[in-house]
C-alpha cells in the first residue's frame, strides 16, 4: 500500500484527522480540493472555539498553517484533487481522482464534506454567474448600489445578507418557512438594517433577466399570489448536498445521501473506512462537530492500524 491512510477533504474535519494523524505518525495523504470547507466563504465566523471571531480566509490560513507544523515526514497534502473513487483493492483501498491520480491505502477516513444546494427553478441556470451567485463573499461588492433578493432563511442566508448591507440599496430575504432558521444573535444583527425586508412562507418560482438578471417571481405559499421584485441579483444559499458521489456504490447511505456512521467511532458500512463532518447522518453541520467527529475516527482508526501491523 501506498499509505497507511488516506483522508479525503481538507475542511475542519480533513484538517484536525491530518494533524492527529501527523501526531501519531501515521504515514498518511490527504487530499481536497482546497482546505478549509465550505466557511471559507464567511466573512465572520463567531462560534470557532477560543477565537471570538474571525474570517473564513483567517480560518483557512489557520488550518493549512497547523497541517504543516505536524507533516514533517509523515503527512502528504495533495491539494486540488478532487476524489471521483473509494474502491477496495485487496486489503485496502484504493482512491481515483478526477485528475487521473490513483493512490491506496490500508484506511480511509472521509471528510469531504457537502457541496452547494443550486436553485431548480426556470431562468436560475440561465443567469448563473449573470446575477445569480451562490458566493457573497466572493460577489457582493460586485453589487454596489443594486437592489437584491437573499433565497433562504438560514445562518447562511442571513450572513450573505449581512455582508450585503454594505453594499446594496435593499436586500429582500425569501424564506419557505414560517419562520427563519437563523439563530437568534444573527437575526437581530440583520433585521435592524432598514436595508433589510423579510419575506416568509414563500417558495421563489422564476428567475427574469434579459442579458443579467432583472426579477425575481415568488409564490405566497398561504395565498398561492404570485409577485415579481426588481432585483439586479439574487444570492442563494439553500442548503448543502453531501459529496458522497465518490461511495455511492460502496458505502450504506441514508435517504439524504449522507454516510451512516456508527457515532461512538465514526465507522462506516464497510471495515477500514470512517467518516466525519457534514458528510455523515448527524443533524448539526457545524465546524467544532466537524473536527471532534474526525478526531474520534482518527483515534479508532490508528486502533485498528494497530491491530493490522
Known sequence: ????????????????????????????????????????????????????AMSGLEMEEKLEEHLKAYAEDVLELKTGEIVNAVTKDGDGFRISTEGGDSFTARAVIITAGAHRRKLDIPGAEVFDGKGVVYCASCDAPLFKDKEVAVIGGGNAGLETAEQLIAYATKITILEFNEEYKG?????????????????????????????????????????????????????????????TEMVTDLLDLDKGGHIIVDHKTSRTSVEGIWAAGDIIDQPYKQNNISMGDAVKALEDAYVWLQTKK
Not at 33 to 38: A, L, M, R, S, V
Not at 218 to 234: N, S
Open 1 to 52: 500500500m501506498d499509505y497507511e491512510l488516506i483522508i479525503i477533504g481538507g475542511g475542519p474535519g480533513g484538517a484536525a484527522a491530518g494533524v492527529y494523524a501527523a501526531r501519531k505518525r501515521i504515514k498518511s495523504l490527504l487530499i481536497t480540493d482546497d482546505i478549509g470547507g465550505q466557511s471559507v466563504v464567511s466573512a465572520d465566523i463567531q462560534n470557532w472555539i477560543g477565537i471570538p
Open 183 to 243: 439563530d437568534r444573535i444573527t437575526r437581530e444583527r440583520v433585521f435592524k438594517s432598514d436595508k433589510v425586508t423579510p419575506l416568509t412562507n414563500v417558495v421563489s418560482k422564476e428567475v427574469k433577466g434579459e442579458q443579467f438578471v432583472t426579477g425575481l417571481v415568488y409564490e405566497d405559499r398561504a395565498t398561492g399570489e404570485t409577485t415579481e421584485i426588481p432585483v439586479g441579483g439574487i444570492f442563494v444559499e439553500i442548503g448543502s448536498i453531501p459529496s
